[in-house]
């Protein structure tokens, strides 16, 4: 309980400044446009098209940090489409090829179960592009009688198992070690320089 409590107060502070530093500042940016008017050297029309880009963009980054709160996909489908949708937004914007297995009984699993399924193949597809610049990445989840499975491997640059630990800076892995905990989980990881890194992550279903 304890850790999912410090868990979630960690993700408020992050999107608590993710507001702050992206919607604030694009707020504070339109209340000065808005004072100054239109300049003298720039018609009225094209002042309010700059005006109504700039809404856009608010828009746009608030929709962004309400996916991350809670993604839509997890309530409108489930868990499966949810991972669908992350694997094809970041195949979209990277140029990397993911593949997702998938066979659960989503049934059977509670809604703090699939967010922190959710997150943690989050986490661990965005240190596998960002961090170890993987090309592939495989992520697998399936269901035995007793426990769900989840692997998720890349052909990036690898983990250093000399240096390496989960409370690496910079790489969100003390989150994703917090997550599975509160989930009564075990994770484990296999690396080198080449072909990446391969997690294994089980979760009790009792």
Same mark, same amino acid.
């Given at each position: 309980m304890e850790i999912t409590l410090s868990l979630v107060e960690e993700e408020r502070a992050r999107i608590a400044g993710d507001i702050h530093d992206e919607i604030g500042s694009l707020l504070g940016l339109m209340k000065r446009r808005l004072e100054k008017g239109a300049p003298a050297d720039k018609s009225f029309e094209a002042w309010i098209k700059e005006q109504i880009r700039l809404i856009d963009e608010i828009v746009a980054s608030g929709r962004t940090l309400a996916y991350e709160l809670y993604p839509p996909a997890l309530e409108r489908g489930g868990? %499966?489409?949810?991972? %669908?949708?992350?694997? /094809?937004m970041v195949g979209d914007s990277v140029p990397a090829d993911l593949q997702l297995n998938y066979q659960i009984d989503e049934v059977i699993l509670s809604n703090e179960t699939k967010i922190n399924i959710y997150r943690i193949v989050q986490e661990l597809i965005n240190n596998a592009v960002k961090h170890a610049e993987a090309t592939e990445i495989t992520v697998d989840l399936s269901m035995k009688a007793d426990r769900i499975s989840l692997s998720v491997k890349d052909n990036g640059t690898g983990l250093d198992n000399k240096t390496f630990t989960f409370s690496h800076p910079g790489r969100g892995l003390p989150g994703i070690r917090a997550r599975v905990k509160s989930l009564k989980g075990t994770m484990h990881?296999?690396? %080198?320089?080449?072909? /990446?890194t391969h997690f294994q992550i089980l979760i009790p279903l009792s």
């Open positions: 868990l %499966g489409p949810a991972l %669908g949708d992350l694997i /094809g990881y296999s690396s %080198g320089k080449k072909p /990446g």
